[in-house]
């Protein structure tokens, strides 16, 4: 078997400095991503500022979710007042339109037991063709 030639010690040279370039944006996108899950998941992103994080009293956090209730029921009320209440169809009106169903089935029923009753009319009328063609034989 024939030996394979070494590759020169001038594209190892760049193939290394082309991997490290490779793995020095992968860490920084790594960091990248830790920083954006926040705390839990890897080492804290640095504050640019570097101020404390603030803090809220309990008076202060009642404040604001009594506030946050009184805008979701002035939401609440006008939505309800916004919206028509559903109507209701009365007996009187049920049975009208009921009626009125019913007269036009029967009307629908009739035309068509008329056409019908036209239809085998013509049909006894018409005399049969082949019949009267036939020469009668002596």
């Known amino acids: 078997m024939p030996r394979r030639k070494l590759p020169d010690a ?15 944006r992968i860490e920084a996108q790594i960091a990248q991503v830790q920083g954006l899950l ?4 890897g080492p804290t992103p640095v504050l640019a500022a570097g101020k404390p994080k603030r803090t809220i ?7 604001i979710a009594a506030a946050q209730r ?4 002035a939401l609440k009320k006008a939505k309800e007042a916004s919206t028509p209440k559903k109507r209701r169809l009365s007996a009187e ?3 009208h339109i009921i009626e ?9 029923r009739a035309k068509k037991a008329a056409k019908e009753a036209k239809a085998t009319a013509k049909k006894a009328r018409k005399p049969d063709v082949k019949k009267a063609a036939k020469p009668s034989a002596p």
């Open 10 to 24: 001038a594209v190892l040279q760049a193939a290394l400095e082309g991997l490290e370039l490779q793995r020095q």
């Open 38 to 41: 926040g705390p839990r998941h």
């Open 57 to 63: 009293s309990a008076a202060g956090r009642k404040r």
């Open 70 to 73: 009184r805008r979701w029921a």
């Open 93 to 95: 009106g049920r049975r």
């Open 100 to 108: 009125a169903t019913r007269r036009r089935w029967a009307e629908f």
